[in-house]
DNA sequence: ACTCGTAGTTAGGATATACTAACTTTCAGC
DNA sequence: GCTGAAAGTTAGTATATCCTAACTACGAGT
């Protein structure tokens, strides 16, 4: 109750945002290179090195000189109440203070940092400590477990399917507001009509009107 | 509304507590030494030297060698932008999250450098745009104006005499749970009964009860 | 199995903080 | 106006990040 510490005792807030950048790589299959990192991260890969050493002297990763980086169970552990805490605070300035769903990620980096645990704690029973951010991400439980699916994207829904929009990336307020236009957030129903040759845009109907939407764009929504 | 900075554009969150402790000296009347500032910080004396020489280099602040420091109209602005953000954040987490007044101090020392303008701008909105912190505390406008007033200590209040609770200091848990039991919080009105001579310990009535209080506790809470 | 291009690392430096130890100023009181 | 304690500064380090430039290792494709 008095000692409510950040997140683990003492990393800092950069060694946090490693650990999380690392598992949403591994996530994704992306077996965390040192320039995949450095992509996430937007600095440079020399930069990435050094860190990773010390998140394995931490006991938080594995790292082969020239091989990728890899969580362990502690380093996990910690990523995920990041992910917690970032994922909770979206849903609390969603739900509470009337943030837009594509600002909330800007603001979700900044304050998981200095977020205590009791402070999440508060904010997830004062929304009724929902499963899922408004993102469509599951968000995990204090104790680090979590409901990592497999998703398809509305990029490979056959013609003529239909399908629920499940989830999509919280890190691109312009692509957000782009799929909040065309009314594609989760738990949206979404047919399929047609698909143009050679990879090209499809033509979807979602509630009601029918719209065109890209390749690109079609394959960062998340479906079922 | 797309780039909501998190204070003044590009200071350090720690460079924003040197900032807001020196003003807070300042206001005390206690021109800030570099002994008074390393004390408030918990730093060592000779690492304030460089960094108030950094935040005079920024236009933030004068200082003379072997002299104090003042701060300058734009540092003083930026103080009371972090103090503001500081106040909307305590009150909101008593109001809305149910927070006791006494953990709230903590929690807004870390959140105070993370949380952008909209955040407060809609925590205030949330709440009534309050005036007041829950000790007490003016919370200084968006443009920084601010309402200083000089209180009178309980201490000081003739036997006898009637007085309503104003303001304490946030920063020490346990004195506000002290207080807190014995009645004693803004708005609260408090009789003072008697008064041991030798500056001794003040017999008080609060709310019906009649209660001892020690000089030191009695100097901190500031009453009219 | 050789050879590049890509991935990754090391070397060397910069910035922001903080510390301790040693030195310098100031100023209050004789 | 001297002097010693308190106040403040400088010097030298340490840590945590980050960067650029230069070098090395790996592995895919001939």
Redesign the interface.
């Known amino acids: 109750m008095?000692e409510?510490l950040?997140a683990s005792p003492a990393l800092t807030g950069q060694a946090e945002d490693y650990l999380k950048a690392i598992y949403e790589l591994e996530q994704r299959g992306t077996s965390a290179g040192t320039n995949d990192i450095a992509a996430r991260l937007r600095i440079a890969p020399a930069s990435v090195t050094g860190m990773v050493q010390r998140l394995a002297r931490l006991g938080l990763a594995e790292s082969e000189r020239y091989k990728g980086t890899r969580l362990t169970e502690a380093g996990r552990l910690a990523a995920l109440q990041l992910i917690r805490r970032h994922r909770i605070i979206e849903s609390y300035?969603v739900q509470?203070?009337?943030?837009g769903w594509e600002?909330v990620h800007?603001?979700a980096e900044?304050?998981e940092?200095?977020?205590?645990n009791?402070?999440i704690a508060?904010?997830a029973e004062?929304i009724g400590n929902p499963t899922e951010d408004p993102h469509g991400a599951p968000i995990p439980a204090a104790d680090g477990t979590i409901d990592e699916i497999h998703l398809e994207s509305l990029a490979d829904v056959a013609v003529g399917s239909e399908a629920t929009v499940m989830r999509m990336s919280d890190r691109d307020?312009e692509f957000l507001l782009y799929l909040d236009a065309l009314g594609i957030r989760p738990g949206a129903r979404v047919r399929v009509l047609a698909r143009e040759p050679f990879d090209g845009p499809l033509t979807i109907q979602v509630g009601g009107a029918s719209q065109i939407i890209g390749t690109n764009s079609a394959a960062r929504v998340f479906i079922r």
């Open positions: 008095s409510q950040p300035l509470r203070l009337g943030f600002h800007e603001e900044r304050l940092h200095a977020a205590s009791e402070l508060r904010m004062s307020p």
